[in-house]
């Protein structure tokens, strides 16, 4: 079960950290996503595999509301430009890759969830 406060207060964290990851790139983004992570599982608790889940739906958050936002604007535009409907698939096309890359890209997230949820117990 997904603990709100927990994942709230990590993805808060992967906002503010996220701002300064972008003083060492690639490394500063995987750290984020690993102290984020550790902190969502550490104040979620409940062992390995809650704290590994929790961490994973905070670092996966941010990612899927880019993909919304980024959907809707692609579907208006192809709209705008196209008409016929083809917008809304372009703009569904784009929230699936996006939520996938989303998922994909909080495993950093997860990993720090797992060990926080373990230290936590």
């Known amino acids: 079960m997904v603990d709100a406060r927990a994942v709230g207060l990590g993805f808060l964290a992967h906002v503010v950290l996220g701002l300064f990851a972008f003083l060492a790139p690639g490394i500063g983004h995987v750290a984020v996503g690993l102290l ?3 902190l969502t599982g550490y ?3 409940g ?3 809650s704290g590994a889940w929790n961490g994973l739906v905070a670092g996966m ?7 919304l936002v980024v959907a809707v604007g692609l579907g ?4 705008t430009l196209l008409g016929g409907g083809i917008g ?3 703009g569904a096309g784009a929230l ?3 939520a996938v890359v989303a998922l ?3 495993v950093d997230s997860a990993i720090g969830g797992a060990v926080g949820g373990l230290v936590a117990d």
Do not use: D, K, T
């Open 36 to 38: 984020a992570g550790f």
């Open 47 to 49: 062992g390995l595999g």
């Open 104 to 106: 994909i890209l909080a």
């Open 88 to 90: 809304f698939l372009s």
């Open 61 to 67: 958050l941010g990612g899927v509301l880019v993909a």
């Open 96 to 98: 699936v890759v996006g």
């Open 76 to 79: 208006l535009i192809v709209e």
């Open 43 to 45: 104040l979620a608790g």
